[in-house]
């Protein structure tokens, strides 16, 4: 869940925290020091237009599995958390007495 959340946050923070360093040298050379509204919604933008495109990212990439494959959930096996995985359906062993 946490990985998600950040899949989209830091898209939306990094335009922020990209300007604030230009504004943190641009002060120490002289220029201008503080936000401006024009910037700030520049900002905003920049950053929601990188959260939209995260999550249509995350889509393409997190979609359903294959037709013919089977999600196998983390599991606790002898002592180790085995990951989940994804896998052909005929290497798949259904326990004895399960209904397909």
Known sequence: ???AFLYHFI???LPFVVYAVYLYFNARAGGEKSWEKKSLAAVTLVGLILTAASFIALGFVNGEPREGTVYIPPRFENGKIIDSQVVPADQVKTPEGAKD
């Open 1 to 3: 869940m946490i990985r």
């Open 11 to 13: 898209p939306f923070i």
